[in-house]
């Protein structure tokens, strides 16, 4: 999907979307989620989108 690596490293792995969701909604950390995880924390504004990929 990505032709490079990231800048960074992560220093937690969550193997649960939704966890990781609430995790980045708590302030707590950067992802790469999809859409359907997170659009009602969109809605409510606890989470914003900073990058809009689509495929």
Request: contains cysteine.
């Amino acid at each position: 999907m990505f032709q490079t690596k990231p800048a960074i490293t992560p220093s937690t792995v969550i193997p649960n979307l939704n966890i990781m969701a609430k995790t980045v909604e708590m302030d707590k950390g950067i992802s790469l989620l999809p859409s359907y995880i997170c659009v009602d924390a969109i809605k409510e504004g606890k989470l914003e989108i900073k990058i809009n990929i689509s495929f």
